[in-house]
T-cell receptor, first 122, second 107 residues
């Protein structure tokens, strides 16, 4: 059974840092692109970042470029999101998601975790 | 960047009703469109990929159609477990964009 379990969400002050983790199991982690998708309170889903199976290609939404960094450790079947210079608008539930690889040039997501809450407030 | 616009933003329906949700892209996205179901506090679920392909385990009452810029998700006979928010998402190019969501409520 595919499982994605996020952790690391917390209450943090503006300008602060946080590292989210996602533990993956039930599939061959090294075969799949992985992503982070977020949902701000009362808002819809927003893609944040995606990473190639070997970690060398990474893509980000413009709003987080230079502040959030996606990475992975294939030996540990884990995905990460390093969050620096956090802003109030980064407040959201962050979901880890797997890309099944159907789309040739874009991203789709077939398995999602339950999410972890990041709240940026003074 | 491609923008996605869903309508309606909310729909009230009864069990057994046929429900249709539409999604419009700001430019043609060929065959790369997905639909998701999301319930509060739960992980989103992939329902449809590549416009009309039913994801594994998804009931056949869900179907997708469309081409170019206009797409539709249809629930042929609404069931109690279908009350949720539904999102379309373009997978044609980066950045992937979601529609704003359609909340399917109990009438």
């Amino acid at each position: 059974e595919v499982q994605l379990v996020e952790s690391g969400g917390d209450l943090v002050q503006p300008g602060g840092s946080l590292r989210l983790s996602c533990a993956a199991s039930g599939f061959t982690f090294t075969n799949f692109w992985m992503a982070w998708v977020r949902q701000a309170p009362g808002k819809g889903l927003e893609w944040v970042a995606s990473i190639h199976p070997d970690g060398r290609a990474r893509y980000y939404v413009d709003a987080v470029k230079g502040r959030l960094t996606i990475s992975r450790d294939n030996a540990k079947n884990s995905l990460y999101l390093q969050m620096n210079s956090l802003r109030a608008e980064d407040t959201a539930v962050y979901y880890c998601a797997r890309d099944p690889g159907y789309a040739s040039d874009g991203f789709e997501f077939d398995y999602w975790g339950q999410g972890t809450l990041v709240a940026v407030t003074s | 960047d491609i923008q996605m616009t869903q309508s309606p933003s909310s729909v009230s329906a009864s069990v057994g009703d046929r429900v249709t949700i539409t999604c419009r892209a700001s430019q043609s996205i060929s065959g790369w469109l997905a639909w998701y179901q999301h319930k509060p506090g739960k992980a989103p679920k992939l329902l449809i990929y590549d416009v009309s392909s039913l994801y594994s385990g998804v009931p056949s009452r869900f179907s997708g159609s469309g081409s170019g810029t206009d797409f539709t998700l249809t629930i042929s006979s609404l069931q109690p477990e279908d009350f949720a928010t539904y999102y379309c998402q373009q997978a044609d190019s980066v950045p992937p964009a979601f529609g704003q969501g359609t909340n399917v409520e109990i009438k």
